[in-house]
């Protein structure tokens, strides 16, 4: 490892201390005036399309992309970044179904709409699966930075770990909701130009820049994409076009990170204008992020690999060993801001999302006093933000042993997350499905995909759809055997009873 003193200048610090310090002075404003959980969970339901789409799009990219997708890049070449095709299947889902339903009732949370359309038990289990992946994945966006900053900065991994955890969880706990949207807002200007001032350093140390980036890539092998149909074929265009639009599915329609950010819109109509403007930025966003791999690799392939060299031990960490080594002064400190940027973005995203789960879907159902004071409940919303924040940082510790973060990450999404867009599917699309056959259906989804998973070679790009199948399918079929939901419990909450387009 490179000396500290001969990797970070006071420059770097300078920049790095400045951007925390905003962070942190966000966080705090933005505690200013909250009364109740409408303003600390949705930020009094007042946001803009504008803004909707930005946190959006913060929440989505997070230090998990920052390190994995040039990791991708780098190792398989630059062909996953047509995953982001996926939006085009889940974004209009999205914006025309799911969003109707669930901005219609004005919930706090998606698994409501389970209890209003089947039963109690079917919100706990889907609001429990929420909280387990969610936990899960903020422990990988923690790690990430931290590995980033042990790379780049000689950091113990545990001192980097406690660090972002720490701060984000601080400013997430006071701040609330409009803490984390604005502080979203920076972070991915930091996170974007980050990237991009390091992609391009990179082409132009390299002699024919661009083309000779693409021509290496041809000459090995980087550029090429299976049209296998074959779905135990790890990455191919089918995969990548269908299986990731059911990924990105459970992410965009049932996961509450990105639903509660739909609901701080001021409208209906402000909500899906944001989901149509992120839907136009993913792609030159995501393009920057997968490519940045290939340029890494080509620009190696004149200096030499240090992955085959043993210089690295993951082609997760090309990216910081990249700015080590060649970025001038004041840059390794943008870098690191940009790394922070995005985990602490993702982190705070989750960490206020998973409050609001556990305090709505559990808390409020599970001990019923209608005369609870705002104040009791929103003190109680803070507490319970800065207990999940050291939950996370306790099960970053345990990431290490993982594999890559981009395939372990979606593995987590598609086994969770399939049988759960099944059964909100099950809901919306049918009339006849019932509180039964969904629960039953989506048990048998779950134990279905887990076997997929587990015991069969089918890539993990396909495990989302497939448990979507076979919960939708076994639900449907199951709730034939039982006399049908009554009209009062379908109202305003199936497809054919949908609610009026009016905001």
């Known amino acids: ?12 610090y300078a920049v790095f201390a400045a951007y925390l310090g905003l962070t942190a002075a966000i966080g705090l404003w933005f505690a200013r005036g909250q009364r109740d959980l409408k303003e600390y969970f949705l930020a009094g339901r007042s946001m803009g399309s504008v803004v909707v789409s930005m946190t959006i799009l913060a929440a989505l990219f997070s230090g998990i992309t920052f390190l994995s997708a040039p990791g991708e890049g780098y190792l398989h070449g630059p062909a996953f970044f047509l995953v982001n095709l996926g939006f085009f299947i889940a974004t209009p889902l999205t914006n025309l179904v799911f969003l109707r339903f669930l901005y219609s009732r004005r919930f706090f949370t998606a698994y409501q709409y389970l ?42 991994l545990w001192f980097t770990i406690v660090c972002t955890g720490l701060v984000t969880t601080v400013y997430t706990t006071f701040g609330g909701m409009r803490a984390v949207i604005w502080t979203d807002i920076m972070q991915l200007v930091v996170l974007f130009g980050g990237m991009l001032a390091v992609v391009l350093l990179a082409l132009r140390q390299i002699p024919g820049g661009l083309a000779q980036v693409i021509e290496l890539g041809q000459a090995g092998g980087k550029l090429e994409l299976s049209l296998s149909p074959d779905p135990t074929v790890r990455v191919t265009l089918w995969g990548l076009l269908i299986g990731a639009g059911f990924m990105y599915l459970v992410q965009m329609a049932t996961d509450q990170v990105s639903v509660q950010r739909y609901l701080t819109a001021s409208s209906l109509r402000a909500a899906q204008r944001g989901l149509w403007i992120k839907l136009a930025l993913v792609l030159p966003v995501t393009a920057v992020f997968y490519g940045s791999g290939l340029v890494f690799w080509a620009f190696y392939q004149l200096k030499g690999d240090p992955l085959a060299a043993g210089q690295i031990t993951k082609a997760d960490q090309i990216l910081p060993y990249f700015v080590l080594h060649q970025l001038p002064a004041g840059l390794p400190g943008l870098f690191i801001a940009a790394i922070y940027a995005a985990s602490m973005s993702t982190i705070s995203a989750g960490i206020n ?7 709505v879907d559990f808390y409020q159902r599970l001990w019923r006093q209608p005369n609870l004071a705002e104040a009791h409940q929103l003190r109680l919303a803070r507490l319970l933000t800065f207990a999940y924040g050291g939950i996370v940082i306790l099960l970053a510790f345990l990431v290490e042993s993982l594999g890559t973060l981009l395939e372990a990450t979606n593995k987590v999404i598609s ?22 056959g969904a629960l039953l259906g989506w048990a048998i989804g779950t134990a279905a995909t887990l076997w997929i998973s587990f015991r069969t070679p089918i890539s993990f790009l396909w495990w989302a759809l497939a448990g979507t199948l076979v919960t939708f399918v076994a639900g449907y079929l199951l709730s034939l055997l039982e006399p049908p939901p009554g009209e009062r419990q379908l109202a305003g909450l199936t497809w054919s009873r949908r609610p009026p387009p009016e905001e």
């Open 1 to 12: 490892m490179t000396p500290l003193s001969q990797t970070f200048g006071w420059l770097d």
């Open 353 to 359: 999302s998973l409050t609001s789960a556990s305090l």
């Open 115 to 156: 209890e209003e359309r089947f039963s109690n038990p079917l919100r706990t289990l889907a609001s429990g699966a929420f909280i387990l992946r969610v936990l899960l994945w903020l422990a990988a966006a923690t790690y990430a930075p931290a590995l980033a900053l042990e790379q780049v900065t000689g950091l113990p």
């Open 415 to 436: 086994m969770v997350g399939g049988p759960l867009i099944g059964l909100f599917l099950l809901g919306m699309l049918t009339a006849r499905a019932t509180a039964r």
